[in-house]
């Protein structure tokens, strides 16, 4: 009996125990309190403080520019190594796996992770917040192909697609000049040259046209940021309560699995993002802007505002411009 009794008020114990730590780490999330070891680019303050670091912070400032300027992850390393940069713990060498880790990470936006919703954190920011989530956009962007080697040099290669299989088009050498060709089945093959022409006219009209980034994104994104916030602000209360005793661990719980599906959805449908580089080519300045852009900008722009198929035609050197197909997203 007297071993029943102690041990089911050890059980009690362990249980309110557990509520008294759940509680504490909704409340430190709410808050925004530092969690974890310290990522690359901070350090501790005399006062305990997570704040950055003189040496390694401009590197992240660095790498989340570089990334945004669309300059290749490969290319980003090999510089970094070159130069004989700071590497995190752990690593003796830079390589895009940990480069591409470190940018996703939402520490650097001034933000902290608890129960996989986003909340504000103490710490100074060392990313501005819209600058991660277009890096977030480009490093997750499912039709993003990482490769080695040097910047590509042609305009659509791997982005355009051929009208008869749907796979994409390579540069190809043809008749003593590049060509795009059909890189799996050899279906369809067109002189470069006045398809880049033809399709840097298109978006440069395009981007004339346009005066601002809201013209780009729907209003429904603007939308789910704003439930998204509300949800938000909904859980930091309830752990507020929590945290106070005024509300149970359970009770949390179970609110919590309520609203974190409802906030991860909405924080999905918020995530569409206008790169940089699609920016700076809106409105009466658009044609000089595109003529100074690196190829690698101008294939960002590309993948972000139309998609381009390449029919088959007649054979012969004349341009049709009817047998490339533009379809604006």
Known sequence: MTARIVGAVARHEIDHARSRIKAAHAQAAAQGRAHGRIAYGYRLSDDGRRVPDEVTAPIVQELAKRVLAGETMYSICND???RGTP????????????????????????????????TPAVWEPLIDVEDHRVIRSI?????????????????LSGIARCGVCGESMGRKKSHGGNSYGCLRNHCVYRRSEPVDLMVSEAIIAR???????????????????????RLRAQLDDFCDKA?????????????????????????????????????????????????????????????????ITIDRGKPGPKFDPELIRLKWL
């Open 80 to 82: 970094l190594n070159d």
């Open 243 to 307: 945290a106070a005793g005024e509300l149970s661990a359970a009770s949390l719980a179970r609110i919590e699995a309520k609203l974190l599906p409802q906030i991860r959805a909405a924080e999905r449908r918020a995530a569409v993002v206008v790169p940089p580089a699609v920016g700076e080519l809106l409105g009466t300045n658009a044609r000089v802007r595109w003529e100074q852009m690196p190829v690698i900008a101008k294939r960002t722009v590309v993948r972000n505002l139309v998609e």
């Open 87 to 118: 590497t995190p713990r752990g690593s003796k060498r830079w390589n895009t796996q940990k480069v591409r880790q470190m940018l996703l990470s939402p520490t650097y936006a001034g933000l902290r992770t608890h129960l996989g919703v986003l």
């Open 207 to 229: 981007c004339e046209q346009m005066t601002g980034l809201q013209e780009l994104v729907d209003d429904d994104v603007a939308d789910a940021e704003r439930e998204a916030a």
């Open 139 to 155: 490093l997750t962007d499912p039709r993003r192909k990482t490769t080695r080697g040097s910047a590509p040099v042609h305009l």
